[in-house]
């Protein structure tokens, strides 16, 4: 307890993948050798970062821009993970749930 505070804790399952395991599928899939996960999440060394993916991609005109993007081997305009994330989902190549993205050199 803290100043008579209880912390609330949950517990959730997450599937874990190291980043550059992450990057390696991408260039595969999607011929893109431009993706980097650290670049594109500004990514810290010795940290973690969630995603939940369920293959649900927004329609709005941005986001459908750059899915063209990766589906033509080039980098996404915004924050690419999440999306790359989600079209694996949406190939079969990953499944849906939650994902911890561990970032270490």
Known sequence: MFGGKQMKIKQQTYNVVDYDELDNVVHSVFKSNNFCFVADQ???????????????IDDDEYTQQDVQRILDGKTP???????????????????????????GW
């Open 42 to 56: 500004e990514a810290r060394n010795d940290s973690c970062y969630s995603f939940y993916v369920d293959g649900n």
């Open 77 to 103: 305009n915004a924050f690419g993970a999440q999306l790359y994330l989600d079209l694996l989902c949406i190939e079969g190549h990953i499944k849906s749930g939650h994902y911890l993205v561990k970032v």
